[in-house]
């Protein structure tokens, strides 16, 4: 296995040297890499954890290095792991690997979100998850006063199903009338604020939420 991602490797960056060869080695193996698939077939022989999708997705994507994503692998079970190499199986058949970062980034936003390509399988991985109890009103009034992903997250995590549900349906709707790849932050927040007020096109999703 480990003879296949070398030659992978060594087909993609054998002219180079040095450290241009490392930094094509370790592009090679990461996410978009041409050696990715050699990667994943080599690491699915390995021990795994028992953490859920939800919990390797929240942690592969604050990670800035492949020693992070690999912690984050080596800590979830292989079905976790299994769900979240579907939704990059998804993102590459939908998103050209070739595209410069920006539109590759947005591609691959287009196709989680709601009516994306890939969202049914992003969805899989997103509700292997341990809920809680609060409703989708509770969950509004923590997470909108958050600034950062553990707080954000530490909302969801105490949430329900249907809570998660509800409020996830509030967002699509928002999603589909604010582009966030094309407006500002202060323009979409703006969108969004209009959408949920009085006649606004989001605003039966929002009571419906805010009344659970």
Known sequence: MFDAIYDCIDANCGTLSGSEWLTCANASINFRGACKTQMDTCMADRAYGTGLCLDLWNCYMGCGTAECREACRTAASRDANTKLN????????????????????????????????????????????????????????????????????????????????????????????????????????TCANASINTGGVCKAKYDTCRNN
């Open 86 to 189: 579907n939704i990059f199986d998804c993102i590459n058949t939908v998103c050209d690997p070739d595209l410069p970062d920006d539109q590759w980034n947005t591609c691959a936003n287009t196709a989680i979100k709601a009516g994306g390509a890939c969202r049914a399988v992003t969805n899989v991985c997103l509700e292997d998850r341990v809920y809680g109890t609060g409703t989708c009103n509770q969950l509004w009034e923590c997470y909108m006063p958050c600034t950062d992903d553990t707080c954000w997250q530490t909302c969801v995590g105490a949430a329900s199903k249907q809570a998660i549900e509800l409020f996830q349906d509030v967002f699509d709707c928002i999603d589909g009338v604010c582009d966030s790849d094309v407006l500002d932050d202060d323009a979409w927040l």
